[in-house]
């Protein structure tokens, strides 16, 4: 099958847009996997409509009935709490004739009346009624109601959708990354990170998985944001040099991330992975030490992770993306500060570094989305066809959790993530 | 920085100015953005100057909330030490950027005796990605310092903040 | 006598209302002063009151509509 020859059979089971078998080595991935439209189009129905995807976290909706707006990729999901406490993951579509039912980013209510001819739903999907009910042979005749992502799972507050009513559970998928996860919540005194600082959205015209893979590529820092070190006198690009202890590690099912504790481990300092001391933030210090006790020290030295978990969710520390593809050539970068519960004198700061550094004007990731649109300009040329992933392979070595892990510089992470796409995309595909 | 730092005026005198010279420093302070005029930029701030570019929602709370930008003194100073790097990626190449400032309007003064000023922007933003369109509004809050106007307070309303927009790397 | 301006009430109940902004968009709440129960109505639900006939509302007032049946005590 050539590139152009696109299956248009309209169930989940159609067959490869590509020979992803051929285009996928183990040390070099093939440019037109970022650009071909009908690539994008199997990438939706095999990736973003099947395997767990995260979607938004618990204290976006904290009170019964509150609801925001979030998406799967190009679908616009409502994600909402029930008087009764149940997430659920609605999209944005009436059943009648498909309006979009929702129109705010965000509010609290038990029903969602549709603007167009008023078909009313339940919080939880379910249909609750609509006007003149002669015209349907009198009330509750029809059997309709919005639709749902069928499987919502919720980890650590995480809420993650997946579009298969089987397969995976959320728990599987997530694997080795979960620790990272609870390496982020152990940061707050109370045990719990919340999302309320609202997100900038950071449009990139190039394909999602260059953002994924460049979120653990630790080769870059020194050069694309060699600008915003030399000048903030920052410590952040030492992380990333060739005599960094840190390490790349492939977390499996295509997660990722670079282990920084080895350098923080070194330095020893709490809180230097966030740059201060516990004297700056003494509250924040004596909550965590009060809670943790012994503990406490290790867990303020080694800091928050920087883990990409397939396909969209990256958590740099104190920033969380997440990607949103839309084309082969645009995605949305949506990106928040990270607030972790009963440390209000952490998350002040927090917020503000998160802001200087990320979003469309942010001192780091406007010269990653440059760099991205560049590479999205760059592989659409024809020669060499291909790109070179083949970074530190030599001196990979199997960790004792059975991980492969690289140098700090190395793309080890990138390698795990093509090598669970060319499953997902071929033995693995949706049958 | 030049000229524009000094003190902090604490029992302020009203600022007054004259709308036709609070236009002149405007369209001075547009100019010098547009051409990444960024010595001649940064000397209009006074030392207290505030840069923001909210998100989501105009009157968003700046210490709660995610903003575009949000830049004290101190960050604007390192935003321009990074533009004069010559490796902020996102301005090398510089975009090429023409803006119409309009609808200049005094609204009053601030709390400290700023005299506060509201004016609309239209700005065309150029680069090899693609032509972005930028409009708002502009909140300044202006002081004399050492005879010349300054700036203390520049808010940016974009009318697409609530929306994924491309990178903003220039000075909006 | 001075009387709260959030509460609504007489011999027979006493209600206070709030708007209450803790959620994604405000709601009213109400609480039961004399049993200290809380329930929150959104936006539709109030349009709906609105235009509740009453009939229905009397329905509603019934002691054993939702409250003060034999099956729950
Ligand atoms: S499309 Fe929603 S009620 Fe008709
Ligand atoms: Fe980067």
Redesign the pocket.
Known sequence: MTLTDIPTSSSGARGPAAPYDELIEAQRVHGSLYTSPAIFADELEQIWYRTWVYVGHVSEIAEPNDYVRKNIGPQDVIMTRSADGEVHLLLNR?A????L?CEADAGNSSSFR?P????TYRNTGDMLG?PFHGGYGGRGKLDLGLGRVPRVGIYQGFVFGSFAPDGPTLEEHLGEAKGEIDRLVRLSPEGEVEITAGFLKHKARANWKLLAENETDGYHPQFVHASIFSVAQSGIGALYGEKSTAVTRALGNGHSENDLRPEFRRIGAPLGWFGTTEEKVPEYSAAMRARYGDAAEEILIEGAPHVMIFPNLFIAEIQMFTIQPLAANLTVQHVTAVQFKGAPEMNKRMLQQCIGSVGPAGMLLADDTEMYERNQAGVAELRPEWLDVRRGVHREEIDERGLTVGGATDETGMRGFWKHYKHLMTEGRAQ | MTAAATAIPTDAEPTQLDVRDVEQFLYREARFADEHRYDDWEALWTQDGLYWVPANDDDADRMAKMSIIHDNRSRIATRIRQFQTGRRHSQVPHSRLRRVVSNVEILGNAENGDLEVGANFVLVESRERSNELWAGRYTYRLRVVDGAIAMSYKKVALVDNARAIATLSFLI | MYIRPDIVGNEFAEVSLTIDEEANSRRLRLEDLKTGKVRYLDALELETLVWLPEGNLAKLLDPSADRWREEDA
Do not use: E, I, T
């Not at chain 1, 009648?96 to 309006?99: D, F, P, T, W, Y």
């Not at chain 1, 167009?116 to 078909?119: A, S, V």
């Open positions: 009436c009648h004739r498909g309006n039912v549709c167009y001819h008023g078909w609509y």
